[in-house]
């Protein structure tokens, strides 16, 4: 930990006196200038995921303030969510077929873990078009598992009719599961 040094943030923000830097500092509440240590990220992640609000994190924190555990909790789990699984094929399969017929924000609802953020960008570099608006081309919306039991009863070689009534869905929107390859490699 080290102290403020005003004099190098004079230098920094000119026409600022240093009665005007210490006043955002203090409406900041920055106490002094700290690098973040293993053991505090750890106790702000255990309480984090205990239900703990920022502000009753840092009561109990010395120097650190209300904003430095919200910047810190926000950094951290951007830093984390990247690690999260890689998309799986069956939802590689559901995004193919469900991208022109629901919205964007209704894929990621139904896709459980997944945000509309990671629905949006996966369908650009799968190189399909996110859908924005309402529903089209459908009579009912299928989720991942009916997807999945189409498929399988592709693969057994029963009729795109049959299929399309049992699911209420109509013959082209079985076409054109049947096309999707599964196995495909896809970022």
Request: proline letters at 2%; a positive charge.
């Given at each position: 930990m080290y102290e403020i040094d005003y004099a190098i943030l004079l230098e920094h923000f000119p026409g600022r006196s240093k009665a005007s830097i210490r006043e955002v500092m203090s409406r900041y509440e920055i106490r002094s200038i700290k690098n973040w240590t293993y053991d505090e990220d750890m106790f702000v992640k255990e309480k984090k995921e205990d239900g703990w609000t920022a502000k009753q994190i840092a009561a109990i924190m010395p120097n650190r303030s209300e904003e430095?555990?919200?910047?810190?909790?926000?950094?951290?789990?951007?830093?984390?969510?990247?690690?999260?699984?890689?998309?799986?094929?069956?939802?590689?399969?559901?995004?193919?077929?469900?991208?022109?017929?629901?919205?964007?924000?209704?894929?990621?609802?139904?896709?459980?873990?997944?945000?509309?953020?990671?629905?949006?960008?996966?369908?650009?570099r799968m190189g399909l078009t996110p859908q924005e608006k309402g529903w089209k081309n459908m009579r009912k919306p299928l989720d991942l598992e009916e997807v999945r039991a189409i498929k399988q009863r592709l693969d057994k070689g029963e009729s795109q009719g049959t299929?399309?009534?049992?699911?209420?869905?109509?013959?082209?929107?079985?076409?054109?599961?049947?096309?999707?390859?599964?196995?495909?490699?896809?970022?």
């Open positions: 430095a555990v919200k910047h810190r909790i926000r950094q951290f789990l951007r830093e984390h969510l990247t690690l999260r699984n890689d998309w799986t094929e069956e939802e590689k399969l559901y995004l193919k077929f469900m991208c022109d017929k629901l919205p964007v924000k209704e894929i990621a609802a139904r896709l459980k873990d997944r945000t509309y953020n990671a629905v949006y960008q996966k369908l650009l299929i399309a009534a049992d699911f209420n869905v109509t013959p082209s929107s079985i076409s054109r599961i049947k096309k999707i390859d599964v196995n495909q490699k896809q970022d």
